[in-house]
């Protein structure tokens, strides 16, 4: 096995949906707050369209970066949504963001670059950046400060070696976001200081305070950004594996190389559908962020009436990510990891532990995915609940 591949770590919220499956086979009926997926299947229309396409016999392969039509489609949503100037070709169609979060790394580490990635963070950065012999170089967010990132932090991480600063707003797994005056300043920053910019903006459409500025709306990007979004969590297509990614074109066209490589292209009926999905707009999206936020505040006053849990409003996304360190005192685990398979084996509730998101900040958290209608949110918190209160009877 080669030393190289040994630094790739696999996202172990994959391997909580596995345990699932295993508790559900045992007859539990688990109620899931775990991997971070929409609740609801693809909207019909996009359905619809990819059967069209397989009809059509849209079945073999296509260009490595993506369909034309695909890219132009993608384009033009970002700069109807955002008053942006990109072109077809300043984008690639991925195999889902994560492929594109994989080509960029590839396209940009050398050996002993400095990456400054927030504590906590979505897995995948760190595991790339390392696997290409890049250092990681965590920032922490503050729970005490509801987890914002603090532009002063980034700015003390940077060192001669800083090669590249990552951003994922709104923020996996912490629900914080940046506003929009931080964005100006961390672009600021970057350029100053002569760092690429790779931001993850994959929850944009998932931000219920506040106002999103993507960092395609610095006129320069093309000198120093590459962006990454995908399909998967607005349109609720994970399953599809499709993503996209925005830079320069010279950056884009080795990014093609690498998807050529990898997977040589990404599903072209999927890709057909992709289109449809965003000519279609949003419209059918609004109830369900209604429901999404609603679901939030149902789980954050549902996760406050449990001993020794405290947790910040998320701003965006559909993560929660509560402090149990004074749970965990009281029911006497040790760590997050033992008590979320207990649970979950117990009373048939997934909850994902905080170290399944580098660096340290998650030791004492637990992610609560509000990817569940609110009736399932009560009850598996309310099992969640009781299960804390007979632990805490049995320890005493
Ligand atoms: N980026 C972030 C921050 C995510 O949370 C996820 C999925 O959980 C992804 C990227 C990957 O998305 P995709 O399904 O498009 O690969």
Redesign the pocket.
Known sequence: MTKRVLELKG?S?FAYLELTAKAREKGLDVISFG???PDFVTPKHIREAAKRALDKGITGYGPSGGLPELREAVATWINENYGCDVSPEEVIITA??????FAAFLCVIYEGDEVIISDPS?P?YESVVRFLGGVPKPVPLREEEDWAFKVEDIERAITPKTKVLVL?YP??PTGTTLTPQQVEELLSLAKERGLLVIS?E??DFFLYDGVHKPVLSDPSWRDFVIY?N????TFSM?GW???YAVADRRIIERMEVAANNMYSCPPTFAQVAAKEALESGLDWFKPFFEDYKRRRDVLIEELSRIPGVSVVRPKG?FYSFPNVDKLLKLTGYETAEKLVVDLLFEKGVLLLPGTAFPFEAGRRHLRVSFTVPVNKIREGMARFREWVKSKIREGK
Do not use: C, M, P
Request: cysteine-free; overall charge positive; proline content about 0%.
């Open positions: 996202e919220a991997i971070g997926q889902g963001a994560k492929a594109a979060i979505y995948a994922n923020h996996n993850d994959i929850y990454v995908g399909f998967s969590k994970t594996r499709l993503g996304t």
